[in-house]
């Protein structure tokens, strides 16, 4: 059975505890930025911070919102960039825990080919090419640690577990966040396995929050599938 992370944006504090615990437990270089008028740093992910929490001011029935979106990662259930790779030795699911691993053979991959099949414009290259992203802290996770963003989260905004008992609690909060927010809604539940609660249109706090349907990934991915069948898994063999 594979794991899912539930973030619960609405009670997100953009502390970025997340951020910088991603940042640590991976060993990734702090980033050089400047005030570009946000308190968001850096100003996207890229190969070397895999976890972003992304902030924008919005005026919502005549309210200032701030709204928040630590962003990262989706490990999809049907993986466009793993479907897209056609080779497990540089792109594969753990069985174990159902995350999306990228290793050094993504090097020998079309980097701008996986970065575009993914629907959350997640994967980023490094110079030479090779390609990262979050790995929801696989290692972690298989000595029974969670991921050290849901570990070091002082809200709550953030659990980890089984799919289906994250999806179960995923559901029961969004009953109650409706109570406040009518517009509520969990983020394509049924094909990530890191879930987004939002209390507002998606689109407010990322172009890319939900699957965009502008780039190739997800439905190419999807439609490949039920195409090929059996004869598409034999192909990466």
Not at 123 to 129: N, T, V
Not at 193 to 218: E, W
Request: include cysteine; glycine fraction near 6%.
């Amino acid at each position: 059975m594979s794991k899912s992370i539930f973030i619960d944006t609405s009670i997100c504090s953009a502390c970025r505890a997340c951020q910088v615990a991603c940042k640590q437990w991976h060993d990734l270089p702090a980033e050089k930025t400047v005030n570009r008028g946000t308190f968001q740093n850096p100003e996207d992910l890229s190969f070397s911070t895999y976890k972003l929490v992304r902030m924008n001011e919005e005026m919502i029935n005549g309210r200032l919102e701030w709204l928040f979106f630590p962003d990262q990662c989706r490990h999809c259930v049907d993986a466009p960039c793993l479907e897209t790779a056609f080779d497990e030795t540089a792109i594969y699911r753990d069985p174990a825990t159902g995350a999306i691993l990228y290793t050094k053979n993504s090097i020998k991959l079309d980097a701008e080919e996986i970065i575009g099949s993914c629907p959350y414009n997640i994967p980023r290259k490094a110079g030479d090419g090779t390609l990262a992203k979050c790995d929801m802290c696989n290692d972690r996770v298989h000595n029974g640690l969670k991921p050290a963003c849901v570990t070091a989260c002082p809200t709550g905004a953030m659990m980890f577990g089984e799919r289906e008992e994250i999806l179960e609690f995923a559901q029961k909060r969004l009953g109650k966040v409706k109570q406040k927010f009518p517009k509520a809604m969990l983020l394509n539940p049924d094909e990530v396995n890191v879930i987004y609660l939002v209390a507002f249109a998606p689109n407010l706090y990322s172009d890319y929050a939900v699957a965009s349907a502008n780039r190739g990934g997800l439905s190419r991915s999807v439609a490949l599938r039920k195409m090929m069948g059996p004869f598409a898994r034999m192909m990466r063999v």
